[in-house]
């Protein structure tokens, strides 16, 4: 089946490591992004792609770091340097002309301890 | 800078009854998205409206978009209990790839 996979769902990090959040898309997608949301909000841009091997920061990008080495896969890691990481983080993908349809993945919950 | 308001941001309502969620944004856009949201879940695409007085109409939810007034509504007929989750209009800047979204309207229908 066609979709957008995010591993793993649930994630637990000791404070000062790094982890990284995959996402996979089999749709053939050229946009890919990352949202981040917390309990009770809207989601906010953390980073985006339109193309392999280009990426571009949102509006939340400190302590984040991202890569798009190949068209499917759009991995997100969040490193020590982001001060409140516990948060449930989304995945997306589109066609790359606006107004297409904005697909998301299932999400991967992520929580410090 | 793009913003997107939403309201009411919270919704109770009885079954059968008609309600409307509004989503004001602030700078000029080339197209408005609605999804709907379970708890814990992921987001559902409702609708993609891209021009000025779109209308979209899928059961019991339809969507409009009024660019002039930069407003997009959704309208809910005849409320049922499956319609509770929570909805989030998302805009997208015009020219650019990413969206900014509203902050979600968590509806509940009650018998």
């Known amino acids: 089946d066609g979709g957008i996979t995010q591993s793993p769902k649930y994630l637990f990090r000791k404070e000062g490591q790094n982890v990284t959040l995959s996402c996979e898309q089999n749709?053939?997608?050229?946009?890919m992004y990352w949202y981040r949301q917390d309990p009770g909000q809207g989601l906010r841009l953390i980073y985006y792609?339109?193309?392999?091997?280009?990426?571009q920061k949102g509006d939340i990008a400190e302590g984040y770091s991202v890569s798009r080495e190949k068209k499917e896969s759009f991995p997100l890691t969040v490193t020590s340097a982001q001060k409140n990481p516990t948060a449930f983080y989304l995945c997306?993908?589109?066609?790359?002309?606006?107004?297409?349809?904005?697909?998301f993945g299932e999400g991967s919950w992520l929580t410090v301890v | 800078e793009l913003k997107v308001e939403q309201n009411p941001l919270f919704l109770s309502m009885q079954e059968e009854k008609n309600y409307t969620i509004y989503c004001n944004y602030s700078t000029t856009s080339d197209r408005l998205y609605w999804y709907r949201q379970d708890p814990g879940k992921s987001l559902e695409s409702l609708f993609v409206?891209?021009?000025?007085?779109a209308v979209k109409q899928e059961g019991r939810l339809m969507a409009s978009l009024d660019t002039k007034a930069r407003l997009s509504t959704l309208h809910i007929t005849a409320a049922v209990h499956d319609l509770s989750a929570t909805y989030f209009c998302a805009v997208g800047l015009q020219g650019a790839q990413k969206l900014v979204f509203g902050q979600g309207t968590r509806l509940t229908i009650n018998p």
């Open positions: 749709l053939n997608h050229d946009a």
């Open positions: 409206l891209l021009s000025n007085g």
């Open positions: 792609s339109q193309i392999v091997n280009d990426f």
């Open positions: 997306a993908s589109s066609l790359s002309s606006s107004g297409n349809t904005i697909y």
